[in-house]
């Protein structure tokens, strides 16, 4: 990208949930470009090789920190580390996330209340306990702190077998605009905005496609590739830079009238 | 501000006053060689002066003076990147009951087929550009393409055409295999120089602009140079993923209710 690094961002903190990889990593590593000190937290233990490889290249504007978006303890403990090595927050992405695919009638409760909590409790206690910082850092800055949770265009459409996570990112969007419109009638000055990527090259859509072809859709992921292209009007999927582009649009001042809205970064998918 | 759009080619309809104007400036002031058109030939002059940008005097709506639109692009610059078809107008507007056909017509000439004939020129200009076809077209809609007012039928009508003009110009792009992006923009209230006008205008200054301030549970209106910022990010290649998409900003005003 050629404005990466123009450190827009300079003086900001940021927390990305999931940030190890993926979407995540990518938003971490933009958000590092631009001048901002990052907190990222995912499940792996934080000695492990790829916390590791992460902090390594990334340096010191980056901290990590275990950190299950599901319990609330963990939660308190992200807004404690914060509280201590920055004293401020200004940018909460929301974007650690799972995925369930199956015909209805089969979906376990277990299954269900697995994704619903980790993509929707998960958006929720995030919220809950980094909303007081994020309001007092957000006087400091022109429209205020900005949260961005990760939605997904299959919070807007349904699709075949995939009804729990229509129904887990459906509800990202929602209390997206519930927060938003809450936060705004205070005058608390943070903004909420939704992101709905489409199809991206990240480890959860290999593995999505790799269970697609054990069940027998298809022959190799190289088809469903192909076949989600060709049904993209942009004619092919996205990188996760792609997606962090927009989540630095929606982190930066550019966006300081934007609240309670979405951005749909899908090709084209879902105009059609 | 950087140069984020170093070596683009932008056209703004509707780019002598307000967002227009903004964008204008906007665009230019992150690399973008900037054409503008409008009616205010005085207003151009002082635009033209602050930023480096060209002006061509032609109405969003005159089809056949498009030629010489296009004709000036090609020969200053050669080729064209971005496109904001942003002029529009609610000039003459009622409700479904009271508005004249005359009005409705001339309404719906610069808000839907003045959006029209924008995109189309810039497609069809697009899609020969030196290296292949690749651009971003970006419609200005508005806030009121979801939350339509009883009041304003034609620009309530005319902003809702705005975004399916968007989606079919981007998914007819994906289908000849243009990299050519189209976008709608849906901003609530922006503070521009018409709505100052109408709130001078109005004999209740105080009483008008709190009115405006109160639509958005922001309690504030957008500034011109706010929505600007979302043009130049769907101008950029940073928005490269990003087509047939319509993205709304007004301050929450259209996220849901602002209870009691």
Same mark, same amino acid.
């Given at each position: 990208?050629?404005?990466?690094?123009?450190? *827009?961002?300079?003086?900001?903190?940021?927390?990305?949930?999931?940030?190890?990889?993926?979407?995540?990593?990518?938003?971490?590593?933009?958000?590092?470009?631009?001048?901002?000190?990052?907190?990222? #937290?995912?499940?792996?233990?934080?000695?492990?090789?790829?916390?590791?490889?992460?902090?390594?290249?990334?340096?010191?504007?980056?901290?990590?920190? *275990?950190?299950?978006?599901?319990?609330?303890?963990?939660?308190?403990?992200?807004?404690?580390?914060?509280?201590? *090595?920055?004293?401020?927050?200004?940018?909460? /992405?929301?974007?650690?996330?799972?995925?369930?695919?199956?015909?209805?009638?089969?979906?376990?409760?277990?299954?269900?209340?697995?994704?619903?909590?980790?993509?929707?409790?998960?958006?929720?206690?995030?919220?809950?306990?980094?909303?007081?910082?994020?309001?007092?850092?957000?006087?400091?800055?022109?429209?205020?702190?900005?949260?961005?949770?990760?939605?997904?265009?299959?919070?807007?459409?349904?699709?075949?077998?995939?009804?729990?996570?229509?129904?887990?990112?459906?509800?990202?969007?929602?209390?997206?605009?519930?927060?938003? /419109?809450?936060?705004? #009638?205070?005058?608390?000055?943070?903004?909420?905005?939704?992101?709905?990527?489409?199809?991206?090259?990240?480890?959860?859509?290999?593995?999505?496609?790799? *269970?697609?072809?054990?069940?027998?859709?298809?022959?190799?992921?190289?088809?469903?590739?192909?076949?989600?292209?060709?049904?993209?009007?942009?004619?092919?999927?996205?990188?996760?830079?792609?997606?962090?582009?927009?989540?630095?649009?929606?982190?930066?001042?550019?966006?300081?009238?934007?609240?309670?809205?979405?951005?749909?970064?899908?090709?084209?998918? #879902?105009?059609? | 501000?950087? +140069?984020?759009?170093?070596?683009?080619?932008?056209?703004?309809?509707?780019?002598?006053?307000?967002?227009?104007?903004?964008?204008?400036?906007?665009?230019?002031?992150? $690399?973008?060689?900037?054409?503008?058109?409008?009616?205010?030939?005085?207003?151009?002059?002082?635009?033209?002066?602050?930023?480096?940008?060209?002006?061509?005097?032609?109405?969003?709506?005159?089809?056949?003076?498009?030629?010489?639109?296009?004709?000036?692009?090609?020969?200053?610059? $050669?080729?064209?990147?971005?496109?904001?078809?942003?002029? $529009?107008?609610?000039?003459?507007?009622?409700?479904?009951?009271?508005?004249?056909?005359? +009005?409705?017509?001339?309404?719906?000439?610069?808000?839907?087929?003045?959006?029209?004939?924008?995109?189309?020129?810039?497609?069809?200009?697009?899609?020969? +550009?030196?290296?292949?076809?690749?651009?971003?077209?970006?419609?200005?809609?508005?806030?009121?393409?979801?939350?339509?007012?009883?009041?304003?039928?034609?620009?309530?009508?005319?902003?809702?055409?705005?975004?399916?003009?968007?989606?079919?110009?981007?998914?007819?792009?994906?289908?000849?295999?243009?990299?050519?992006?189209?976008?709608?923009?849906?901003?609530?209230?922006?503070?521009?120089?018409?709505?100052?006008?109408?709130?001078?205008?109005?004999?209740?200054?105080?009483?008008?602009?709190?009115?405006?301030?109160?639509?958005?549970?922001?309690?504030?209106?957008?500034?011109?140079?706010?929505?600007?910022?979302?043009?130049?990010?769907?101008?950029?290649?940073?928005?490269?993923?990003?087509?047939?998409?319509?993205?709304?900003?007004?301050?929450?005003?259209?996220?849901?209710?602002?209870?009691?």
């Amino acid at each position: 990208m050629s404005n990466l690094g123009n450190r *827009r961002l300079e003086g900001r903190v940021a927390v990305v949930s999931g940030g190890l990889r993926g979407i995540g990593l990518s938003t971490v590593e933009r958000y590092v470009a631009e001048g901002a000190e990052v907190v990222l #937290t995912d499940l792996d233990d934080e000695g492990s090789d790829a916390v590791k490889e992460v902090l390594g290249r990334i340096g010191n504007s980056a901290s990590y920190l *275990r950190a299950n978006v599901t319990e609330e303890g963990d939660w308190q403990r992200v807004a404690d580390h914060v509280t201590q *090595r920055h004293g401020k927050l200004h940018i909460l /992405v929301n974007n650690a996330g799972t995925d369930l695919t199956g015909p209805v009638e089969t979906l376990s409760m277990e299954a269900w209340r697995r994704i619903m909590a980790i993509n929707v409790d998960g958006v929720f206690l995030g919220t809950k306990h980094l909303v007081p910082l994020m309001a007092e850092s957000g006087k400091d800055v022109k429209g205020g702190s900005s949260i961005i949770n990760v939605s997904s265009i299959m919070g807007l459409v349904g699709m075949n077998e995939v009804s729990a996570y229509n129904a887990s990112k459906g509800a990202v969007r929602l209390f997206t605009k519930g927060i938003a /419109v809450e936060f705004a #009638t205070k005058q608390m000055p943070i903004r909420a905005n939704s992101l709905h990527p489409g199809f991206v090259f990240t480890p959860l859509l290999n593995a999505g496609f790799q *269970r697609w072809v054990d069940s027998g859709v298809a022959e190799k992921p190289e088809d469903l590739v192909a076949m989600v292209a060709g049904n993209t009007p942009i004619g092919r999927l996205a990188q996760p830079e792609e997606i962090a582009s927009a989540a630095f649009f929606l982190a930066c001042e550019d966006s300081s009238y934007m609240t309670g809205s979405e951005i749909v970064v899908d090709g084209g998918y #879902t105009a059609q | 501000m950087a +140069n984020r759009l170093e070596g683009k080619v932008a056209l703004v309809t509707g780019g002598t006053s307000g967002i227009g104007a903004g964008t204008v400036e906007r665009l230019a002031s992150e $690399g973008a060689k900037v054409v503008f058109t409008g009616r205010n030939e005085d207003a151009a002059k002082s635009i033209c002066d602050a930023t480096g940008a060209t002006f061509v005097k032609h109405a969003v709506d005159d089809a056949e003076g498009w030629a010489g639109v296009m004709e000036h692009i090609a020969s200053k610059h $050669g080729r064209l990147d971005i496109a904001f078809a942003n002029a $529009g107008t609610e000039h003459g507007d009622a409700s479904v009951e009271d508005v004249t056909v005359e +009005n409705w017509n001339a309404i719906v000439g610069v808000n839907q087929t003045g959006a029209m004939l924008t995109v189309q020129h810039a497609i069809r200009m697009m899609k020969d +550009n030196p290296g292949g076809a690749t651009g971003s077209v970006i419609i200005n809609s508005s806030m009121n393409a979801h939350r339509a007012m009883g009041n304003y039928v034609s620009y309530s009508v005319t902003k809702a055409a705005a975004v399916a003009l968007a989606k079919s110009a981007a998914i007819h792009c994906g289908n000849q295999g243009y990299k050519i992006r189209v976008n709608a923009i849906l901003p609530g209230v922006v503070e521009t120089a018409m709505i100052r006008g109408i709130i001078e205008a109005s004999g209740d200054e105080a009483g008008t602009r709190a009115i405006y301030e109160g639509m958005a549970p922001l309690k504030r209106m957008g500034e011109v140079e706010e929505i600007a910022g979302l043009v130049a990010y769907l101008g950029s290649d940073e928005a490269a993923f990003v087509s047939g998409s319509e993205i709304v900003i007004d301050g929450a005003t259209t996220a849901g209710m602002m209870g009691v």
